[in-house]
């Protein structure tokens, strides 16, 4: 193990100096909140640092998601098509967190995130997932043999995702919190979808299979 | 049906809650409220060509306050802080502040006054948190006092009195009285197993009779204590009418009414004059090339005999290593950032839930309450707005910011509403303790801790069950106390006694202690067990 007493202070960027002196002068203009940036250290409060996802509050992993699915549901939390039930409340906290985006402001979120270097994420559930395979058939209609999703469907990818995520996803689908709403026609299919995964053993079987994949 | 009970029944119920209160008084002294010494981290003096490095995450009280003692003693300190302002929760909005909640920013419209001033987080110092005083000494804040009790403020309850607020002076008189009557009749029918003598008994029936002002006769008859219904002065007082003891035990407001002067929140407390964040301030003025701002931390990497920390700032990516890092990024977002800490250490950040606080606050046009003689103190109600505080300060200015709502344990009514709503349902609510109330504020801010950005909580919340940490809870806490290599973990999240400035600072020292008794220990090969 090192000594303690050498110093090991090792800056890659000198950059680091030139930040104190705009550090103070954190001004806002009264009222005009358009002048903050949009940026993703928003998203990454959330979602994690480069958006790996955070199970402690609930903000699932961003990075490696197909961009038009991130728009999808972007515009969904947006027009409260989720995100809307108290019940919920990482949903809630999305939906209030994007509820006054523009399009355009959409359109520069999802090209930003897009650029995220997808991660593995550690998967956090225990199941069987040789029985899960089974049961995944059903899914492979809609996202894929291999998990890698279907745009055309509406069925994102399920590889490199959250384990705990797609857990609490399934039992809001199955308690109708998400796919019941008129408008989200791709939650419609789920529902009835996630509905015939008998238990939470079922759903943690199918999940451990999905981190195969 | 109601059911009658008798009085005797009533004395026994009594004697049941005296002894359960008889329980909690013991555990007081026992620590439960925990009296605190300062003992400042004594820590030699660095060689100045070889200095030890630190990385601080977070620029809190707790950050602060380790930056500050490691940089007094020679140590080469950089603080990382995600927002763009220090102080963490302790927070203070002024004319022009930004309130950075995720979704639901605003802009503090006070008028731009000294005086016009919100604490959003803490608020006050109790006069047992002596390393805040101590910091504020020498650190150049100015302290006044804080009034937290007063009973010219309000208890108003919708089941009691058909939700007529009511001083809290009448509440805790008639209270009082009723309760000194019952304590008299049991006292003179108890069997005691060692009988007072005659003088004894004189003596406590005089003590009896004097807190709750009873007649002669040892009865309630009502008291001026609670206020007059008119005289006082030139003309003999008359006491306002008596409030049967059955009207107030409709409330569950009691311990309100007349427990606030007890515990930490008994008498003394302080605030800094200004704004609790003139504390933060008084730190930054101690480290004023130190500390980073909009730095979002990326990942945290243990190595040997130091440790990594990767950030971004402005789109670009940095890298930093130092022998220690002390971090005070709360559990729950440190789990969503890339570390290599042992199972065990993330299983215990994973396992702490995040705190639901909620405040609100308006600018009043004009200080009404001191037309009601009310100069600081709260006002309670069962409704979901709780509290309302005035201000201590500021005395016969013509405005000042009121506390329109405080909701410590269960913020998340409000937090789910829209700001319209946050503000609309302080409005109808404060207006039943304040008639007219809704013409007299303006200009409402919000605060919900939960979703403010780089927190989304308040203090740390590990206790699932009321009675106390469990066994698993117990190891948990000590897993993520201890350091994991050159790393640890501050803040009050650390501590046993969260949400409070003297809990973030004392885990500061607790922690330049730990790594102070390492360092003369030497360092030892493997990891300690």
Redesign the interface.
Known sequence: ?????????????L??LA??AS??A???D????SA?PLNN??C???????G??????G?PSLAGLEPWYLRKQLENFRAGIRGTQ?EY?PG??M??????LSDEEISELVDHISNWEA?APKPRIEGDASKGQALYAACAACHGASGDGNEALGAPGLAGRNDWYMFRQLKLFQSGFRGKHPEDTAGQLMRPAAQALENDEAINDVLAYINTL | MKKIVSRRELLGLIAKTGASGAVLGAGNALGIVPNTYVDIPQIPQANPSDRPSVVILGAGISGLTAAYEMKKAGYHVVVLEAAGRAGGRSLTVRHGDLIDEVGNPQICEFDDEPHMYFNCGPARIPSSHRNVLHYCKELGVELEVFINENKETYIQDDAMLDGKPIKNREFTTNARGFMAEIMAKNFTNAELDEPFDEWETEALMRVIRNMGDLSEDMIYKGSTRGGYSHGGFLEHGHALETIALRDLLKTGLFSMALGQNEGETGPILFQPVGGMDQIVKGFLRQLPEEVFYNVMVTSVMLQDGGVEVVYEHKGMKYKIEADYCFNSIPSHLMTGIENNFPDDYREAMHYIRRGEAYKSAFQAKERFWEKDDIFGGISWTNQPIEQIWYPPHGMYKEKGVILSAYNYGGGMHFTQLTQEERIETALRQGEKVHPNYRNLVEKGITIAWHRMNHMLGCSARWQKSRSGFTQEEERLFQTLRKPAGNHYTIGDQITKHTAWQESAILSAHWAINDMLSRKAGGSMPGQRV
């Not at chain 1, 193990?1 to 960027?13: C, E, I, P, Q, V």
């Not at chain 1, 990454?44 to 480069?50: D, F, P, V, W, Y």
């Not at chain 1, 790996?52 to 509050?57: C, D, F, H, I, L």
């Open positions: 193990m090192k000594k303690f007493a050498k110093s090991r202070f090792n800056f890659l960027s950059a680091l930040l104190s550090a103070n954190q001004q806002y009264l009222l005009d909140l903050q250290e928003v990454a409060t959330c979602h994690g640092g480069a790996v996802g955070n199970a402690s509050v903000g108290k409340i809630n906290e939906q209030a967190s994007v509820a006054r991660v």
